[in-house]
């Protein structure tokens, strides 16, 4: 059974920082991109971060410069630093991981910027 469990949400100040983590279970996680998502209330899901197999990563441009997705293979797990958060980063942010045509998705966690 595949399980992706996120964890390191919360509620933080504005400027702040946060390291979210997605731990894998029941795949063969180096093999598969990983990517974080966040959505937030009454807004389309998003793509924030990305990480390839072998290592290689992409950000869109409203988070480049301040989150940055990681990977240990060893742990089956991603990682996702995100710096100087403001309060538009409020969302719940979910793992994804894909190969193949084949996704999983986990239970997200949510992260609340606010003074």
């Known amino acids: 059974q595949v399980q992706l469990v996120e964890s390191g949400g919360g509620l933080v100040q504005p400027g702040e920082s946060l390291r979210l983590s997605c731990a894998a279970s029941g795949i063969f996680f180096s093999l598969y991109t990983v990517d974080w998502y966040r959505q937030a209330p009454g807004k389309q899901r998003e793509l924030v971060a990305s990480?390839?197999?072998?290592?290689?990563?992409n950000y869109p441009d409203l988070v480049k410069g301040r989150f940055t997705i990681s990977r240990d293979n060893a742990k089956n797990t991603v990682y996702l630093q995100m710096n100087s958060l403001n309060p538009e980063d409020t969302a719940v942010y979910l793992c994804h991981v894909s190969r193949w045509g084949i996704h999983y998705w986990g239970q997200g966690t949510q992260v609340t910027v606010s003074s």
């Open positions: 990480i390839k197999s072998g290592g290689g990563t």
